[in-house]
C-alpha cells in the first residue's frame, strides 16, 4: 500500500463512507498495527472515540477512596515547575498543576485544561502552520477559588522566557509569542511554519501557575516566591505540606473541574532510600500502592510478583540504549581539539568495520540474560510513537558472518590474534558510564568481538563525571574522547523531532560550542541534513513520518549508531490499583483518573 | 579558665578557615554541576543550561566564589539550594528534630548499654558474663549498620511483618497511638545505630575500668571495708569515665551529622540522607553549610571534652 492509498481511503472514513474500525481493519491486513492506524486517522483531524488513548475511569462520585501512597526512591525537591530539573520534581509539581493538554501513552494529545485539541478541522491550527489556537476550558477554578483564565496562560509565557527567572522551561517558551484572544482563547504563533505545536503549555513544561500569586516574583526574586513551596493549582488534589527531600502530601479537591474525580481522598508521594526496598514496599508488604522507576534487576521483579499482590508494569517510549562508532579520531589532535569533525577515524572510516561492528552484539542475549522485560532488543533508533516506526531495519548477531566481512575487506589477524590493515588495528577503546548492566553488555560485546579479531579495551566512567557538562573533564560523553561509547538517550515527547535533531550537523559537539552540541556521536550526512530541514516545514503529518522513518534508516545502516535495546519505563503498583501512566509524560500525568477496584 | 576557653576559641578561627577553604575547594574541583539531569534531557537547549549555571554564579572563579560565599555566611546567610531555591537554614531545621531524634536516643542507648555491661565485665574480668559480652561486642562492631539494617527489615519487616521499614513523617494518628506508630518505625534505626555505637564503647569502658580497677586506691578502699558497690560507683567508674567522656563528647556532633547510610535505607528524611541527596545533586550551598557546622561542632565539642576532663579530673589544670 502507497501514500495514495492511504490518502484516499483516510478520506473514505473522513467522507464517512469508511468506518473507522473498516479502516483499522484493513491497515491490519496489511501489517499496520490498529495504534498506528487510529493515529492516522487523528493525525488527519478525525478524533478518536474519547475514551481510546486513555482508559475509562468507572468510580461514579468523587471521593471515599481512602489514601493513595506513591513510593519515589528519588525525593523531589521543588515545587515549581519552571524550576525543577529532572523528572521526579515535574511529577511532584504535576500533582498540584496541570497543562493545557498531556500526552496519552499512544502519543496522542489528551486535553486537560484545554477544552479541546486543536486541529485542522476545529480551526486551531492555521493551514500555514504558523500558530495554534487554544481553547480553554471553562469553569476552572484555582484552589484558592480564583478563576483559571487566558491572563493566566500569558502570564505563565512571559515567566518562563524572562531570563531573570532563569526558568528551566525557557527553551519552550522564549522562541513564540503568545496572545490574548478573549478571556478564555490563547494563540501561541511560531516564526515559521512548525509541524510540531504541542510543546509550549503541553505536558510537563507546560504545567500552568496561577498569575496572582506568582506575579510578584516574575524577576530575579522568583525563588523567593512562597508559593514554590506552596502550590496552588488547578489539579484534583490539593496541597497539605511537603518537606524538601522527603514527603509531599496532598488532599481531595472537592471543586475540581471533572466529575466524580478524584477518586482518593488524601495522597502522599514519599521519596528517597533505593529503587529494590521500593519494590518491596509494594510488591511484598502492600506497604504502598505504586513505586516509580523500578530499575531493578527482572529476575528480583519476576520474584516479587510471585508474591501476587502486586504487578511490574512496563510502559514502552522512546528511550533506548545504543553503541555510538565515532566517526572522527579521537586520539589524534586536529587543531588542537581531539575528535575534531576535521578528522576521520582510521578504522571506522571503512564502512565493513562498522557492519561487523554491528554484526557483533548478541541483542537476544542482552534482553535474555541482562535487562528482561526491561530492555527489548531493537533495530531501530526512532522506536516510538508506532507511526514513527521503521519497518526496513534489521539486526543480526553473527560472528562468521563479520569474520567473513572483514576478511573480504583485507583486515588480516596478525599474531595476537587481532585484525590490522595498512598500519591500523582493530583495538578500540569502548566507553560509557558505571553502571552493572553496561558493564555486563561491555563484556558481552568484548567476548563476541574477539572471536572476530577486535579487541575491545573497555573504560568505565562514574554517572556523574560521563554524563556532566564539565569543560575541564576528558571523560564526559559529549566530549567523545573514544572509539565507542554507549548509553541510554531519551525522548521526552511524542514528537521525533527534538529526539532526531541529535544527527544533524549543524548540532555537531565540538571545542568551538564548549561540546554543547546534541551530535554528540558526529553523525554527518548530506542528505540527512537535507531530509531533517524538510521535515521541520513538513505540515502533512504522513509525510513528516515518513520522512522520520528515512532519518532513522540513515543512521542506523550507516552503523555509526548501533541500537541495543529499548528501555521502556518500568514502575511496580498493587493488582487493585488502576492508574494511568504514559510513556510521553510523567507519573502524575493523570492522576485525576487513577482509583482502586474494590 | 577565661583566658583559656579565649584562647582557644580564637584558635578555633583559623583551623574554621582552613576546613572552609578546603571544603569549598574539593566541592569546586569535583566533576558535575547541578543540572546534570537537565544535559541529557533534549527539551532543554544547552544554552539554557549555561545561562542557569551563570544565574548561580557557577561560572566565576573559585576565589569569588568563596568570597562571597564566606561573606554572606558572616553576615549569618547561609545562601539557598540550588536545588529546591530554599534557603539553605530552613532545609536543616527541617531534618534536624528527626536527625537528634534518632540518632540521640541512639546514642543513649549505646551509653545505657556500655556504661553497665563495660562496667560489670571490668570488675569480674575473663568469667563467662566477660566472655559473652566481649564476643558479643566483637561482633556487634565488626557488622556494618548497612548489613544488620537490611537484615533487621529482611526479618522484622518482610519474614515477621511486624514493623514498617518506610520512616513516615506525617502519621496521622494523635496521642498515645502517634508514640506508638513512632515507635514503631524508629526502634529499628535507633537500635542498629544504638547497638553498633554500644558494642564500639562497651570494650571502651571494659578497658578503661580495668585500667583504674587495679590501682592502689581502689585497693586502699577495699581495705578500708568499703561496700564493693561503692567502690565501682565513686572510685572506680569516676576515674575510669574521663577517656569515656572524650569518646562520647566527640561523638556528639554525628548527633547533629547523622547516620549516612542508615538513614538512606531507612528512608529517614534527617541530615545525612540530606547530606548524600546535595553530594549526588552537587547541591554546593548544601554540602557546604552541613559540613561547616559539623566542622564547627567538632572544634565545639572538642573544647567541651578538654573542660569536662577538668571537672572529672581536679589534677588537669587550664594554662
Known amino acids: 500500500m502507497n501514500e495514495d492509498d492511504l490518502r484516499q481511503m483516510i478520506g473514505r472514513v473522513q467522507r464517512g463512507s469508511l468506518s473507522r474500525r473498516g479502516f483499522v481493519k484493513r491497515m491490519a491486513a496489511v501489517g499496520l498495527t490498529a495504534p498506528m492506524a487510529t493515529q492516522l486517522l487523528a493525525l488527519s483531524g478525525i478524533s478518536p472515540a474519547s475514551a481510546q488513548s486513555v482508559p475509562t475511569y468507572a468510580p461514579s462520585r468523587r471521593g471515599g477512596g481512602g489514601a493513595l501512597k506513591i513510593l519515589y526512591w528519588q525525593a523531589s525537591?521543588?515545587?515549581?515547575?519552571?524550576?525543577?530539573?529532572?523528572?521526579?520534581?515535574?511529577?511532584?509539581?504535576?500533582?498540584?498543576?496541570?497543562?493545557?493538554?498531556?500526552?496519552?501513552?499512544d502519543g496522542t494529545l489528551h486535553p486537560i485544561l484545554a477544552a479541546e485539541i486543536p486541529s485542522t478541522d476545529n480551526g486551531?491550527?492555521?493551514?500555514?502552520?504558523?500558530?495554534?489556537?487554544?481553547k480553554l476550558k471553562r469553569g476552572v477554578k484555582w484552589h484558592d477559588g480564583q478563576d483559571f483564565s487566558a491572563d493566566d496562560v500569558i502570564f505563565n509565557w512571559e515567566y518562563a522566557k524572562n531570563p531573570a527567572v532563569a526558568a528551566v522551561s525557557s527553551g519552550s517558551y522564549r522562541d513564540v509569542n503568545v496572545v490574548k484572544v478573549d478571556d478564555h482563547t490563547v494563540r501561541v504563533e511560531f516564526n515559521q511554519p512548525t509541524p510540531f505545536w504541542a510543546d509550549a503549555f503541553v505536558a510537563a513544561i507546560g504545567q500552568l501557575i496561577p498569575k496572582h500569586l506568582f506575579k510578584d516574583y516574575a524577576g530575579a526574586n522568583a525563588r523567593d516566591a512562597p508559593t514554590n513551596l506552596r502550590p496552588v493549582g488547578t489539579s484534583?488534589?490539593?496541597?497539605?505540606?511537603?518537606?524538601?527531600?522527603?514527603?509531599?502530601?496532598?488532599?481531595?479537591?472537592?471543586?475540581?473541574?471533572?466529575?466524580?474525580?478524584?477518586?482518593?481522598?488524601?495522597?502522599?508521594?514519599?521519596?528517597?532510600g533505593d529503587a529494590v526496598s521500593a519494590a518491596r514496599a509494594v510488591m511484598q508488604t502492600a506497604d504502598f500502592d505504586y513505586a516509580w522507576n523500578m530499575q531493578v534487576e527482572d529476575e528480583i521483579l519476576k520474584r516479587l510478583e510471585a508474591n501476587g499482590r502486586g504487578k511490574v508494569n512496563i510502559v514502552e517510549g522512546g528511550s533506548i540504549e545504543f553503541v555510538q562508532l565515532n566517526p572522527t579520531d579521537p586520539h589524534r589532535e586536529v587543531e588542537g581539539e581531539r575528535a575534531s569533525i576535521k578528522s576521520e577515524h582510521p578504522a571506522f572510516r571503512d564502512p565493513k568495520v562498522r557492519e561487523a561492528m554491528a554484526l557483533l552484539i548478541d541483542r537476544n542475549a542482552l534482553e535474555q540474560f541482562i535487562y528482561g522485560r526491561g530492555g527489548p532488543a531493537t533495530a531501530n533508533f526512532l522506536n516510538n510513537p508506532p507511526r514513527f516506526t521503521?519497518?526496513?531495519?534489521?539486526?543480526?548477531?553473527?560472528?562468521?558472518k563479520a569474520n567473513e566481512i572483514l576478511d573480504a575487506a583485507g583486515w588480516v589477524r596478525g599474531r595476537d590474534g587481532i585484525r590490522a590493515k595498512d598500519g591500523v588495528r582493530l583495538r578500540f577503546i569502548y566507553q560509557t558510564s558505571v553502571n552493572a548492566p553496561r558493564q555486563r553488555t561491555q563484556a558481552v560485546y568484548k567476548q563476541a568481538a574477539q572471536r572476530a579479531g577486535i579487541d575491545l579495551e573497555l573504560k568505565s566512567v562514574t554517572a556523574s563525571v560521563f554524563f556532566s557538562s564539565d569543560v575541564a573533564n576528558p571523560d564526559t560523553y559529549t566530549k567523545f574522547f573514544a572509539d565507542m561509547q554507549m548509553y541510554t538517550t531519551t525522548m521526552p515527547q511524542a514528537d521525533p523531532e527534538r529526539f532526531m535533531n541529535q544527527y544533524v550537523s549543524w548540532e555537531v559537539s565540538s571545542k568551538a560550542n564548549n561540546w554543547q552540541g546534541r551530535n554528540i556521536s558526529r553523525f554527518r550526512s548530506e542528505e540527512y541534513d537535507r531530509i531533517f530541514r524538510e521535515s521541520q516545514g513538513e505540515l502533512d503529518p504522513v509525510k513528516r513520518a515518513a520522512l522520520f522513518i528515512r532519518m532513522n534508516d540513515i543512521v542506523v545502516s550507516s552503523n555509526h549508531i548501533i541500537p541495543l535495546v529499548k528501555r521502556p519505563t518500568v514502575s511496580a503498583s498493587l493488582n487493585n490499583l488502576r492508574h494511568v501512566l504514559s510513556a510521553w509524560d510523567g507519573t502524575t500525568w493523570l492522576l485525576s483518573d487513577w482509583w482502586r477496584e474494590t | 579558665?577565661?583566658?583559656?576557653?579565649?584562647?582557644?576559641?580564637?584558635?578555633?578561627?583559623?583551623?574554621?578557615?582552613?576546613?572552609?577553604?578546603?571544603?569549598?575547594?574539593?566541592?569546586?574541583?569535583?566533576?558535575?554541576?547541578?543540572?546534570?539531569?537537565?544535559?541529557?534531557?533534549?527539551?532543554i537547549p544547552p544554552d539554557v543550561r549555561a545561562h542557569l549555571r551563570a544565574s548561580l554564579?557557577?561560572?566565576?572563579?573559585?576565589?569569588?566564589?568563596?568570597?562571597?560565599?564566606?561573606?554572606?555566611?558572616?553576615?549569618?546567610e547561609w545562601g539557598y539550594s540550588f536545588i529546591s531555591r530554599i534557603p539553605v537554614d530552613q532545609l536543616i531545621?527541617?531534618?534536624?528534630?528527626?536527625?537528634?531524634?534518632?540518632?540521640?536516643?541512639?546514642?543513649?542507648?549505646?551509653?545505657?548499654?556500655?556504661?553497665?555491661?563495660?562496667?560489670?565485665?571490668?570488675?569480674?574480668?575473663?568469667?563467662?558474663?566477660?566472655?559473652?559480652?566481649?564476643?558479643?561486642?566483637?561482633?556487634?562492631f565488626s557488622l556494618p549498620t548497612f548489613f544488620t539494617g537490611l537484615l533487621l527489615i529482611l526479618l522484622f519487616s518482610i519474614h515477621l511483618d511486624w514493623l514498617p521499614f518506610v520512616f513516615r513523617t506525617d502519621i496521622e494518628a494523635t496521642g498515645w497511638r502517634w508514640w506508638w506508630e513512632m515507635l514503631r518505625q524508629t526502634i529499628m534505626p535507633i537500635m542498629v545505630l544504638g547497638l553498633f555505637q554500644g558494642a564500639a564503647w562497651t570494650r571502651y569502658v571494659r578497658a578503661a575500668t580495668l585500667d583504674v580497677i587495679r590501682l592502689d586506691h581502689v585497693t586502699t578502699a577495699?581495705?578500708?571495708?568499703?561496700?564493693?558497690?561503692?567502690?565501682?560507683?565513686?572510685?572506680?567508674?569516676?576515674?575510669?569515665?574521663?577517656?569515656?567522656?572524650?569518646?562520647?563528647?566527640?561523638?556528639?556532633?554525628?548527633?547533629?551529622?547523622?547516620?549516612?547510610?542508615?538513614?538512606?535505607?531507612?528512608?529517614?528524611?534527617?541530615?545525612?540522607?540530606?547530606?548524600?541527596?546535595?553530594?549526588?545533586?552537587?547541591?554546593?550551598?548544601?554540602?557546604?553549610?552541613?559540613?561547616?557546622?559539623?566542622?564547627?561542632?567538632v572544634i565545639f565539642f572538642n573544647l567541651v571534652a578538654d573542660i569536662l576532663y577538668g571537672w572529672l579530673d581536679p589534677r588537669i589544670s587550664y594554662r
Open chain 1, 124 to 134: 486551531g491550527l492555521s493551514p500555514d502552520g504558523r500558530s495554534v489556537t487554544w
Open chain 2, 222 to 297: 577495699r581495705a578500708k571495708g568499703l561496700p564493693e558497690s561503692r567502690i565501682t560507683i565513686l572510685h572506680v567508674v569516676r576515674n575510669a569515665m574521663i577517656p569515656v567522656v572524650t569518646l562520647v563528647a566527640l561523638q556528639m556532633p554525628a548527633v547533629f551529622g547523622g547516620a549516612i547510610v542508615t538513614e538512606q535505607i531507612f528512608r529517614i528524611p534527617g541530615i545525612g540522607s540530606l547530606l548524600v541527596t546535595s553530594i549526588l545533586s552537587n547541591d554546593t550551598p548544601v554540602i557546604m553549610a552541613v559540613t561547616f557546622v559539623f566542622a564547627i561542632l
Open chain 1, 236 to 272: 484534583a488534589y490539593k496541597f497539605v505540606s511537603f518537606a524538601p527531600g522527603d514527603n509531599l502530601r496532598a488532599e481531595l479537591n472537592p471543586n475540581y473541574h471533572l466529575d466524580n474525580r478524584p477518586y482518593f481522598d488524601t495522597l502522599e508521594i514519599k521519596g528517597g
Open chain 1, 77 to 105: 525537591t521543588l515545587l515549581n515547575p519552571h524550576f525543577g530539573s529532572g523528572t521526579t520534581n515535574a511529577d511532584a509539581s504535576r500533582v498540584f498543576y496541570e497543562p493545557l493538554a498531556g500526552w496519552a501513552t
Open chain 2, 93 to 140: 531545621l527541617q531534618r534536624l528534630p528527626t536527625t537528634i531524634a534518632v540518632i540521640g536516643l541512639a546514642q543513649i542507648v549505646a551509653l545505657c548499654i556500655a556504661l553497665p555491661v563495660g562496667v560489670y565485665a571490668a570488675t569480674r574480668p575473663y568469667s563467662v558474663f566477660d566472655q559473652v559480652a566481649n564476643t558479643l561486642a566483637f561482633i556487634g
Open chain 2, 57 to 76: 554564579g557557577l561560572d566565576d572563579p573559585i576565589h569569588l566564589r568563596y568570597w562571597s560565599w564566606l561573606t554572606a555566611m558572616l553576615r549569618g
Open chain 2, 1 to 43: 579558665m577565661t583566658n583559656y576557653l579565649a584562647r582557644r576559641l580564637l584558635i578555633a578561627i583559623p583551623s574554621l578557615l582552613g576546613i572552609s577553604v578546603i571544603l569549598f575547594t574539593i566541592l569546586a574541583l569535583a566533576p558535575g554541576d547541578p543540572f546534570e539531569e537537565l544535559a541529557t534531557n533534549p527539551a
Open chain 1, 390 to 400: 521503521s519497518p526496513n531495519m534489521r539486526w543480526e548477531f553473527s560472528i562468521a
